[in-house]
């Protein structure tokens, strides 16, 4: 099963300055473990005391994980996964 | 009512418009908030006069006063109007990277403009705004982002109009910037019709703006309750565009880059209800006109021309 990860730019020391890295796994805890062990250090930048980092925000297919059941939340091959920086508003 | 003693008391009151050709069917309706139809084109006049309003009369604010704020854009104009009627100065502090239209808007309701660096965004003009105040107690910092009296503003009036227009609402999608929209109205729909969904639609930027944030030290506006939402979508420039000029080419309306993310949800959501098959009355924030982001490009040529002209800009 190949999921499509985006890679934030201050991440991307961990995957080689690849944007995106393909990963797999039924569920997003399974796909953070997965893309650890491919990429040693990069699951303890995402994740702390085994919640996603309040500053971190993760997106399957745009949709946030913390409102589809978090570490949980399930994954289908082609399901395309963002993460990204919590940033403030644009033209507010 | 549409009588007013002045332009400020005309804030708020906005149209309720049905989508006839976008909405997937009679069970699953879309309806948008014309919240440009405010006194300066956005939404924003509702926090703006809030905020001032909060700060007079707990007597933060008097006669003379001058306002700072981090903004790029429309709270700046809603905050410039309110000022200039009431006799505040305003200076705002904004990212060098938003569109000319906005600073000469800014300018011409006598605004005085502080640029922050492009990279960084919104972050970096919140970080300069604080060490601003910071250096000058005597300024009045309202601060959109933490201020209780923005995310009011939406629970007293944005939420009741909406309720009262249309009590068969199941879901409101409005824009997660500030969150004062989604926080007002979500609590008061939390406590009046608890079953109406809250859903986020949360702008996606280029690499430009998240390139130098650092994930342990982010930034989630003070005013944020996860509680109070339902479901949030992360919607990059791309599907902006497109819904945008779906909107204005199928419905006639006219809307800012923004409004096009939160069509976008607005769409999702519809979607799901469909495929689901329930009856759904999702009411979304028109949040202003497209006229200020004409010259970004937005609304001429391909999708790939437009989303390559807005990579790197706070479109949203």
Same mark, same amino acid.
């Given at each position: 099963?190949?999921?499509?990860?985006?890679?934030?730019?201050?991440?991307?020391?961990?995957?080689?300055?690849?944007?995106?890295?393909?990963?797999?796994?039924?569920?997003?805890?399974?796909?953070?473990?997965?893309?650890?062990?491919?990429?040693?250090?990069?699951?303890?930048?995402?994740?702390?005391?085994?919640?996603?980092?309040?500053?971190?925000?993760?997106?399957?297919n745009d949709e946030d994980i913390r409102f589809t059941g978090g570490?949980?939340?399930?994954?289908?091959?082609?399901?395309?996964?963002?993460?990204?920086?919590?940033?403030?508003?644009?033209?507010? | 009512?549409?009588?007013?003693?002045?332009?400020?008391?005309?804030?708020?009151?906005?149209?309720?418009?049905?989508?006839?050709?976008?909405?997937?069917?009679?069970?699953?309706?879309?309806?948008?908030?014309?919240?440009?139809?405010?006194?300066?084109?956005?939404?924003?006049?509702?926090?703006?006069?809030?905020?001032?309003?909060?700060?007079?009369?707990?007597?933060?604010?008097?006669?003379?006063?001058?306002?700072?704020?981090?903004?790029?854009?429309?709270?700046?104009?809603?905050?410039?109007?309110?000022?200039?009627?009431?006799?505040?100065?305003?200076?705002?502090?904004?990212?060098?990277?938003?569109?000319?239209?906005?600073?000469?808007?800014?300018?011409?309701?006598?605004?005085?403009?502080?640029?922050?660096?492009?990279?960084?965004?919104?972050?970096?003009?919140?970080?300069?705004?604080?060490?601003?105040?910071?250096?000058?107690?005597?300024?009045?910092?309202?601060?959109?982002?933490?201020?209780?009296?923005?995310?009011?503003?939406?629970?007293?009036?944005?939420?009741?109009?909406?309720?009262?227009?249309?009590?068969?609402?199941?879901?409101?999608?409005?824009?997660?910037?500030?969150?004062?929209?989604?926080?007002?109205?979500?609590?008061?729909?939390?406590?009046?019709?608890?079953?109406?969904?809250?859903?986020?639609?949360?702008?996606?930027?280029?690499?430009?703006?998240?390139?130098?944030?650092?994930? +342990?030290?982010?930034? /989630?506006? #003070? @005013?944020?309750?996860?509680?109070? %939402?339902?479901?949030?979508? *992360?919607? $990059?420039?791309?599907? +902006?565009?497109?819904? /945008?000029? #779906? @909107?204005?080419?199928?419905?006639? %309306?006219?809307?800012?880059? *923004?409004? $096009?993310?939160?069509?976008?949800?607005?769409?999702?959501?519809?979607?799901?209800?469909?495929?689901?098959?329930?009856?759904?009355?999702?009411?979304?924030?028109?949040?202003?006109?497209?006229?200020?982001?004409?010259?970004?490009?937005?609304?001429?040529?391909?999708?790939?021309?437009?989303?390559?002209?807005?990579?790197?800009?706070?479109?949203?």
């Open positions: 099963m190949a999921i499509e990860v985006r890679i934030p730019t201050i991440l991307r020391t961990y995957t080689d300055g690849e944007r995106a890295v393909d990963a797999s796994g039924d569920s997003i805890q399974a796909l953070i473990e997965d893309l650890e062990s491919r990429h040693a250090g990069i699951g303890e930048r995402l994740l702390e005391d085994g919640e996603v980092r309040r500053f971190v925000n993760i997106y399957v570490l949980s939340t399930e994954l289908s091959d082609g399901d395309t996964v963002v993460i990204l920086p919590a940033v403030a508003g644009g033209a507010r | 009512m549409t009588r007013y003693d002045s332009l400020v008391d005309s804030v708020g009151g906005t149209p309720l418009v049905g989508l006839p050709r976008l909405s997937p069917s009679s069970e699953v309706r879309l309806w948008a908030k014309l919240e440009d139809r405010n006194p300066t084109g956005s939404i924003k006049d509702r926090a703006a006069l809030a905020m001032i309003e909060a700060a007079e009369a707990e007597g933060r604010l008097t006669p003379g006063a001058t306002i700072l704020e981090p903004t790029s854009g429309n709270t700046g104009i809603s905050l410039a109007m309110v000022a200039s009627q009431r006799g505040y100065r305003l200076i705002c502090v904004m990212p060098e990277n938003t569109s000319e239209e906005r600073r000469v808007l800014l300018r011409m309701w006598g605004a005085e403009i502080i640029s922050s660096p492009a990279a960084g965004g919104s972050n970096e003009a919140v970080r300069v705004a604080k060490g601003l105040a910071a250096d000058n107690p005597d300024w009045v910092m309202l601060y959109q982002y933490g201020n209780p009296a923005n995310a009011e503003a939406h629970y007293r009036g944005t939420a009741p109009e909406i309720h009262a227009d249309l009590p068969e609402i199941t879901h409101f999608v409005g824009g997660l910037g500030t969150t004062g929209t989604l926080m007002g109205v979500g609590r008061y729909f939390r406590e009046h019709q608890p079953e109406v969904r809250i859903v986020a639609a949360e702008p996606r930027y280029g690499e430009l703006v998240y390139g130098l944030r650092n994930l +342990a030290e982010g930034f /989630v506006p #003070e @005013l944020y309750d996860e509680s109070l %939402i339902d479901s949030r979508f *992360s919607v $990059g420039p791309r599907d +902006a565009v497109r819904r /945008v000029r #779906e @909107l204005v080419e199928s419905e006639g %309306i006219f809307a800012g880059i *923004s409004t $096009g993310a939160i069509l976008h949800a607005a769409l999702a959501q519809a979607a799901k209800s469909t495929k689901s098959g329930e009856r759904a009355d999702i009411c979304f924030i028109v949040c202003d006109g497209g006229w200020k982001y004409l010259s970004t490009g937005a609304y001429e040529g391909t999708l790939d021309e437009a989303e390559d002209r807005l990579d790197g800009q706070l479109w949203a």
